[in-house]
């Protein structure tokens, strides 16, 4: 799907606040309603857009910890790396885990509450995934930058 400068802006718009009304929306790029809420949906069903989400702040919900984890796997068949995906995918404390080239197999984001709480992560749960033979934590001492908005 080609984006032109509407489309664009419908997406920054969406990107900053997903909650707004369509209404809103629509006055602020400057269509009607219904022309801005078809657009909306053609961009969802060229997938561009994935769907929407909430975002909570960590430290307020009592996760005061980021941990960047990198995962290394006994070996690397499709087997072993599908297994692993399929049990990472259902640690809630994983926030994002990403397949790399290199010499670790796997970079997660980590959240927890306190260090007695990422030991249990680190023991109970990442070194227990399958196909783990190596687990390498980097602490975070604040957040910088935090964000999900794509550059457009």
């Known amino acids: 799907m080609k984006l032109d400068t509407k489309d664009r ?3 920054k718009l969406l990107q900053a606040n997903a909650g707004q009304s369509n ?3 629509a006055d602020r790029v400057g269509l009607s309603p219904s022309a801005c809420l ?3 949906q053609l ?3 060229a997938g561009i ?3 929407s989400a909430l975002l909570l ?3 307020a919900m009592g996760f005061s910890g980021n941990a960047f984890v990198q995962v ?3 070996q690397q068949g499709r087997q072993t790396l599908d297994r692993f ?3 990472v995918t259902e640690v809630p404390e994983v926030l994002s885990c990403y397949l790399l080239a290199g010499q670790a197999d796997y970079f997660l984001h980590v959240v927890y509450r306190d260090s007695v709480d990422l030991e249990r992560i680190h023991t109970d749960i990442l070194t227990r995934l399958p196909g783990v033979i190596r687990v390498q934590s980097i602490l975070s001492l604040r957040t910088v930058k935090r964000g999900i908005a794509l550059p457009i």
């Open 43 to 45: 961009l969802e069903e």
């Open 57 to 59: 702040n960590p430290v």
């Open 38 to 40: 078809r657009r909306v």
């Open 9 to 11: 802006a419908i997406l």
């Open 23 to 25: 209404v809103e929306l």
């Open 72 to 74: 290394t796997l006994d």
């Open 85 to 87: 995906e399929a049990a």
């Open 49 to 51: 857009i994935e769907g």
